[in-house]
């Protein structure tokens, strides 16, 4: 098994369980305790768990990045201020495509009052958008997988591959200068690296909390990024830094 692959069921299980000992989780993925605890020290350097003796717990900080309910539901009054500001850059008549996620799903709830195209594998998303009449709405099919409301697989990506996307609006569990987006799951990994790719115009929607923190896997760098809005909450140090890599970030 790829250190990566444990990495990612290792975040599963404590995701789940909120610890995990070193003893039972080297039996589940059939590896030494000597793997296991080197492995902890890695996503421990990544800010994704705290060693504890005999295994390791979930942080206790506030910019956690997971449970995913608990993550989405946070921070609603910066993301309700991302979307009107992500709205200002829709043109009428438009296909644009609607990543999963909480900031996303407020940018759909502001939809519907000029003609739009608009495609997601987001259940929720969808929901709310059906039965806006100046919304023709696409849903991309594929298999749910865990508690998103999101689909994925290759019946998403091979749906994807027929249509065109003139602007992208994306969230991401994390973005850093150092080392661009990243996500904790594969899924998201296979998903948001083919759909920034089918996009004119690639819009990151991500409130502060998310800037200088990392998931498991990089899907984007920051140069693949025509536009950035977040809140006005961002750090002035962070702000000015990703401005230099991407000119166009916006504060809501």
Same mark, same amino acid.
Request: net charge negative.
């Given at each position: ?17 909120? #610890? ?20 902890? %020290? ?20 506030? +910019? ?5 309910? %608990? ?11 991302? #979307?009107?500001? #992500? ?20 940018? #759909? ?48 990506? %091979?749906? @994807? ?6 602007? @992208? ?27 920034? +790719? ?51 970030? +916006?504060?809501?």
């Amino acid at each position: 098994m790829l250190s990566l692959e444990r990495h990612e069921k290792l975040l599963a299980y404590l995701d789940k369980h909120k #610890a995990l000992k070193v003893s039972v989780v080297s039996d589940l993925l059939k590896v030494t305790e000597k793997t296991i605890r080197l492995d902890l %020290e890695e996503l421990e350097k990544r800010h994704l768990l705290q060693r504890v003796h005999g295994g390791a717990v979930i942080r206790q900080d506030q +910019k956690r990045l997971f449970p995913e309910k %608990e993550r989405q539901s946070s921070h609603q009054n910066k993301k309700a201020e991302i #979307a009107k500001a #992500a709205l200002k850059t829709i043109e009428p008549n438009e296909v644009i495509l609607l990543d999963g996620g909480s900031t996303t799903y407020a940018l #759909a709830e502001l939809l519907g009052e000029f003609p739009l195209a608009v495609i997601t594998n987001d259940i929720e998303i969808a929901h709310v958008l059906y039965a806006k009449e100046n919304i023709q709405l696409t849903m991309l099919g594929g298999s749910q997988l865990g508690a998103t409301t999101s689909l994925f697989g290759n019946q998403t990506i %091979e749906a @994807l591959s027929h249509l065109y996307v003139s602007r @992208l609006f994306l969230g991401t569990t994390g973005v850093s200068i150092d080392l661009g987006l990243t996500v904790l799951n594969s899924f998201h990994y296979d998903w948001k690296s083919t759909v920034i +790719k089918r996009a004119k115009h690639v819009t990151l929607l991500a409130d502060s909390t998310k800037f200088e923190q990392t998931g498991l896997m990089t899907f984007a760098t920051l140069d693949q990024l025509d536009l950035i809005i977040t809140d006005s909450d961002l750090d002035e140090s962070i702000y000015d830094a990703f401005k230099e890599r991407v000119p166009h970030i +916006k504060l809501a």
